[in-house]
Each structure stands twice: as C-alpha cells, then as structure tokens.
C-alpha cells in the first residue's frame, strides 16, 4: 500500500527558509509523479511543484517559481521541498500527492491517487 508521510513544517519569519519532506513507501516500481500542494482553510487547494521519478523533470505553479524547489532522493525514497523567501501568503498546510505508473508532470489535483497528512507552515512577520 502507498503511503506518503510529510515532516519539515513549522514557524519561521517571513523572509526565511523551511524544507519540507515528503517520505513514500508502497511503489510497486520507480514510475511516479510526486506534487507539493498547499491549502488555506476556505481556499482551494494550490499545486506548487511536482516531479517525475523517471527522468527528474520538474513543473512549478508561478506563484512559487523561483523561490521554491522541488527534488528526489531515491535512495531514501523522499521528495524534498525546499522553500526560499517565505512570505506571509504561504501559510497554509501543505500535502504530497502521489500517482503511481506516471511520468507526466502535472499539478492536477484530479491527478494524483494519493495523499499525505499535511504538515502546517506558519510564516510570521
């Protein structure tokens, strides 16, 4: 079975950094698209970078392009977001989202077959 675990969230100033992780288990095979997504109680939840496990490509919302980065460990079979910059509009939780036997990337939510917990970012002035 897939399951997805995120950690990494927190406090920080506005301005400063966080990575977040999102460890998976449960691929039958290394073919998957992995998403970061963020959700503010009474919004829709936004897609913000995914990556494919095939190749490494990448695909950014513009609302974060730039300042964050979204990358693989298979060897630990995580997927990292690094998030630069922090303002106080990116307070939300964030979720990973995965689909197994993909190689496009998307930030679909319709997409992805899986999800996390969520895991809080709180940016502070």
């Known amino acids: 079975e897939v399951e997805l675990v995120e950690s990494g969230g927190g406090l920080v100033q506005a301005g400063g950094s966080l990575r977040l992780s999102c460890e998976h288990s449960g691929f039958p095979w290394d073919e998957y698209v992995i998403a970061w997504f963020r959700q503010v109680p009474g919004k829709e939840r936004e897609g913000l970078a995914s990556i494919g496990s095939v190749d490494g490509a990448t695909h950014y919302a513009s609302s974060v392009k730039g300042r964050f980065i979204v990358s693989s460990d298979s060897a630990k079979n995580t997927v990292f977001l690094q998030m630069d910059s922090l303002k106080l509009e990116d307070t939300a939780v964030y979720y990973c989202?995965?689909?197994?036997?993909?190689?496009?990337?998307?930030?679909?939510?319709?997409?992805?077959?899986?999800w996390g917990q969520g895991t809080q970012v709180t940016v502070s002035p």
């Open positions: 989202a995965a689909r197994w036997g993909a190689v496009v990337v998307t930030l679909s939510e319709s997409f992805f077959d899986y």
